[in-house]
């Protein structure tokens, strides 16, 4: 997939003028869509509540619909593309204003993709892109996976002397990856390769997925464990694995952020309460608060309005000390 990223406008959140409707299941629309009160109907189809980012993700999305006025049909995915596809199809039927999804993977959503293009039913993607033609959506609103495995790898090249917990001049890291085919796993396992290849010292020596979540996490750790007793860094595409890792180091006798250096991506709460316990060593932001942006796109899509094919969103990354500075203060 062509992951050139084209320039992002800075979206301003607006007020949108439309009557309150609250939640609803995607089974609750009606035959001729919308809520018949002048309401956006929005079709949102979820990826499921596999970490303490997604279910931030989902809370940001519902409440922000319930504070715009957006009839919002909101569908978990559990994980599987088909029930994703078979949500987004559902919307179509339900002649819904606009349909949003985060991608489970990045392919095979072509088909369905087409579908609302053919009912003229504009799609916007949240949080993970998909291989298709970039015609059959609107616009893409979301992280750049990328960069945040960039930032991962520079820290380590940065930091490459302290990392090398055996002493023997080698970095050997485990990645634990994240859904198999899902872009964020690919996007920062890539920035991440890109930047550590800069050290011929540091080495990934194993990666297996652990499917984003904190049990996977941990028992693809135990099995690392076992098998190597030179890892000195855990690179985990997302902060539920990184935790679940933390438990895996620690009942092996190990002390994480010590012995073995870990590395993480979102920061969430959870994550950086580690990270101001130094248990991680580092934390690359990955913002889930998609719901204000995700509303404003949606109504200037529905007005005719021009938005930009990329939207980023802002983030951050951070240090044992500067999780301390913010921890209080979080808001997932």
Not at 176 to 199: M, N, Q, S, V, Y
Not at 257 to 273: E, R, S
Request: glycine share 10%; charged share 25%; net charge negative.
């Amino acid at each position: 997939m062509n992951k050139t990223l084209v320039a992002a406008a800075a979206i301003t959140l607006s007020s949108l003028a439309l009557t309150s409707c609250g939640d609803s299941d995607a089974s609750s629309g009606t035959d001729n869509g919308g809520s018949g009160d002048g309401a956006i109907t929005m079709g949102f189809a979820q990826v499921g509540a596999e970490s303490g980012w997604r279910t931030a993700n989902t809370k940001s999305i519902q409440d922000t619909a319930k504070a715009e006025g957006v009839d919002l049909k909101f569908t978990d995915a559990q994980g599987k593309q088909e029930n994703q596809i078979q949500a987004i199809r559902s919307y179509i039927q339900q002649k819904v204003d606009v349909i949003a999804f985060s991608p489970v993977v990045e392919t095979g959503f072509d088909a369905v993709l087409q579908e609302a293009k053919a009912a003229n039913i504009p799609v916007i993607l949240t949080d993970r892109a998909v291989d298709a033609d970039p015609s059959l959506y609107k616009t893409f609103l979301g992280s750049d996976f990328v960069v945040e495995g960039e930032k991962a790898g520079q820290w380590l090249v940065d930091n490459a002397a302290d990392a090398d917990a055996n002493g023997d001049g080698t970095i050997n890291v485990v990645q634990l990856e994240g859904t198999t085919g899902a872009a964020p796993a690919i996007d920062r396992a890539e920035g991440f390769a890109d930047k550590i290849a800069a050290d011929d010292s540091i080495e990934v020596t194993a990666s297996q997925t652990g499917d984003f979540t904190r049990d996977g996490g941990k028992q693809v750790m135990e099995s690392f464990l076992q098998s190597d007793d030179s890892i000195d860094v855990v690179f985990a595409h997302n902060d539920d694995m990184g935790l679940g890792a933390i438990e895996a180091i620690e009942a092996a006798g190990l002390e994480p952020g010590k012995d073995v250096k870990i590395i993480t991506i979102d920061a969430v709460k959870d994550g950086m309460t580690a990270l101001s316990e130094g248990k991680i060593n580092y934390i690359v932001e990955c913002n889930p608060l998609l719901g204000p942006q995700l509303m404003d796109l949606a109504q200037k899509v529905l007005d005719g309005e021009e938005v930009p094919a990329r939207v980023l969103t802002e983030e951050s990354a951070f240090t044992p000390e500067q999780a301390a500075e913010v921890l209080a203060d979080r808001q997932y």
